[in-house]
């Protein structure tokens, strides 16, 4: 499954925090982690938020475009009924 992701560094806590639509139309997942955007630090933290939240092992998700800047691309390896009730469920929420 293909994710887009608005992630915010240095955000003050590792959290999802619900759906939003850009300007252009795209609807992006929200996401903040407390790390910041130095030597991958805050990429990694989003993998492993990522991970947690959908309930698949930290190697099942990558960022495939993205990696220097806020908005990225990640790839999310594993059953897609599953991984889309997932969505469903961080989506529906805005409390990450």
């Given at each position: 499954m293909?994710?887009?992701i608005?992630?915010t560094?240095k955000?003050?806590?590792?959290a999802?925090?619900?759906?939003?639509?850009l300007?252009?139309?795209?609807v992006v997942l929200?996401a903040?982690v407390?790390?910041?955007?130095?030597?991958?630090?805050?990429n990694?933290?989003?993998?492993?938020?990522?991970?947690?939240?959908?309930?698949?092992?930290?190697?099942?998700?990558?960022?495939a475009?993205?990696?220097?800047?806020r908005q990225?691309?990640?790839?999310?390896?594993?059953?897609?009924v599953?991984?889309?009730?997932?969505l469903e469920?961080v989506?529906?929420?805005?409390?990450?």
């Amino acid at each position: 499954m293909a994710l887009w992701i608005r992630l915010t560094p240095k955000g003050g806590r590792d959290a999802l925090d619900g759906l939003e639509t850009l300007s252009d139309g795209r609807v992006v997942l929200k996401a903040r982690v407390r790390a910041a955007p130095e030597d991958g630090r805050a990429n990694d933290a989003l993998v492993e938020l990522i991970a947690s939240k959908f309930q698949t092992p930290r190697r099942s998700v990558s960022i495939a475009s993205g990696h220097t800047g806020r908005q990225k691309k990640l790839f999310i390896a594993g059953d897609p009924v599953r991984l889309i009730a997932a969505l469903e469920k961080v989506g529906a929420t805005n409390n990450g």
